[in-house]
């Protein structure tokens, strides 16, 4: 099932694209929620982590290792960042092909909201 991401991996639509290499694509995203967000998308069309594979094992560290030089790159790596994969609705994933969220360049806070303890 093809996605916005698969057509942006394509060229088919634009984005502001700031790494490619054969496994990953990384984006910024079109919404940031902070001053750094890039999307890193692997290549082949994965459409969750449930979809994953034994085989993705290596394809899952490229994305890890590619958002860890990006972060380089964006100057956050010394002050820290959020790496993020939401799946499906619980999680809040919106695009149905995998992706990492790269965000910072803010503090963050807290991870998840608590739920209520009082
Ligand atoms: P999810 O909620 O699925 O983990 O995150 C999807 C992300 O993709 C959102 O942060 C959203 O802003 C971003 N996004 C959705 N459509 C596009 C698009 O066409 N281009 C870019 N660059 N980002 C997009």
């Known amino acids: 099932m093809s996605t916005i991401f698969s057509k942006i991996i394509s060229g088919e639509a634009p984005a502001d694209i700031v790494y490619?290499?054969?496994?990953?694509?990384?984006?910024?995203?079109?919404?940031?929620?902070a001053p750094t967000h890039i999307l890193v998308v692997p290549n082949k069309f994965i459409s969750t982590v449930n979809d994953l594979e034994q085989e993705d094992a290596a394809l899952v560290g490229q994305m890890v290792l590619a958002a860890k030089k990006l972060a380089?790159?964006?100057?956050?790596?010394?002050?820290?960042?959020?790496?993020?994969?939401?799946c499906n609705r619980d999680g809040g994933q919106v695009v149905f092909?995998?992706?990492?969220?790269?965000i910072g360049g803010r503090p963050l806070g807290p991870m998840v909201r608590r739920l209520k303890t009082d």
């Open 20 to 33: 490619k290499d054969e496994h990953v694509t990384a984006f910024r995203d079109i919404n940031p929620v």
């Open 72 to 86: 380089a790159e964006e100057g956050i790596a010394e002050q820290g960042y959020r790496l993020i994969i939401n």
């Open 97 to 102: 092909h995998l992706h990492l969220h790269l």
